[in-house]
């Protein structure tokens, strides 16, 4: 394999643009932190792309393992996997700095009652308490936007107090922020099937403080530490994790479990498997390699792939039978690696194409540049409408930390990311509507001229 085709090359270059991004980002003009939601993209994005390094190496040095859970990866196109990879996401970055200011209607609701704050935090604990007992509100007769806004007063509270205790050094909005990121965790715990909603207050927590703080600086105090902590204890604990995804409360309380499906952390453990490692876990280079192997034996599909899209913008009232649209049990199903059970009628597993290797798939690499750039524009047009600076601004701490979050995982699984997207928008945006007459709902960036 050539040294310009080697996937471990490509994917490491993509990880120094991504670090030269977010370092540019982090100490702009006057050594003050700019955030915006490319930085934490480029996490992700980097995350991926180190994940993808990890992999193809192991495939150098031990070749494709039966045992591994990527072992659909096409080895002919692991190289084309990386490329693709490090392109559509590059045009994602240039997409996203030829938007600059634009955006759509802005999602301001301004709190700056104390009281108000306070019935916040307790509504905040009434959701969670009702997450935790298995009685969570149902929307959905409305729309999913509607639930997934309910979801996010739960999830992004925490980073909403957070962000607070970080920007006005208060110890009652640090208790705050910590008791809805025990519950989360709690509820988790008992409740969740994928390990990252585990992990997932703690990122919450520890971002939404380091992001009131305002400077970058903050992470090379030891401050950070406490999250340095979390996170190589959950690495550490990963595997196990995943040999109890039905109870994790039993990850803590029992070890026999662990050995049945990743064995002990040793060299000939990590040869054997590589199902309890946290980096390989977030590769997409089996994904994306199957890609190619699509296109070699059909050719493009010319937008077929993302065709279901267009369903979800017809409501269900006039189409009762819409089929829900699963494009990742699609893809399982069209590459092999899933069938349709005989009792549910459905795929029993679920592949994500990611957003470069949908759009490849479609259109080739004309929609990956093309759709790269549109995909950056409508992220900073939906980012800039959060109007995130003012911490006071409760929707745009939903609506932001919403983005900032699913940003870290590079986006989406696939395209389908933009509809929930576009829902949930649009019931932020119903929200604001409503509230308008009864709250300051004028971005104070804009009325102050800033």
Known sequence: MSAIGDPVL???????HCI????????SVRHKSKL???????????????????????????????????????LSHVSDSAMLWAIGNTFIFIGYEWAGKKSFAPLTVILDDKLIIDYIFRFSIFMAILSITGNIVNLGFISGGAQKVLALFNQMGVLYFARLWGKEKSSKYMNYAIILCVTRVVAALFQAFLRIELLEPFIIFFGGYFIGVGSARIL???????????????????????????????????????????????VVAVQESDRGNMLIRGSNIAQISNIFQLVDRKGYYNGQ?????????????????KPTIELGSWFALEIGVATISQYTNRSNNSVNMSIPGQLFLDFGWFGVVIGGVLIGLLLAMFWNASHFDDVHN?????????????????????????ITFISTYLVFLTIRTILKPYANTEPRTLVEGK
């Not at 995982?409 to 389908?416: C, M, P, R, S, Y």
């Open 10 to 16: 490509i994917s490491a270059s993509l990880i120094l």
């Open 20 to 27: 030269s991004f977010i370092y540019r980002q982090a100490f």
């Open 36 to 74: 915006n939601l490319m930085s934490t993209f480029a996490i992700g994005v980097a995350i991926t792309a180190l994940g993808n390094a990890v992999f193809s190496y192991r495939l150098g040095i031990f070749g494709l393992n039966q045992d591994s859970m990527y072992n659909y990866v096409i």
């Open 220 to 266: 090379f105090s030891v401050r950070i530490i406490p999250a340095i902590l979390i996170l190589g204890f959950f690495a550490s604990i990963f595997g196990n994790l995943g040999a109890n995804r039905s109870h994790f409360i039993d990850a803590f309380i029992s070890s026999d479990n662990i050995t049945k499906v990743v064995p002990s952390y040793t």
């Open 305 to 321: 792939a993302s065709l279901p899209l267009v369903y979800a913008f017809i409501p269900r009232f006039l189409w009762p039978e």
């Open 394 to 418: 409760l929707l745009g701490a939903l609506w932001g930390g919403y983005l900032l979050f699913y940003s870290l995982f590079g986006v989406g699984a696939d395209l389908q990311i933009f």
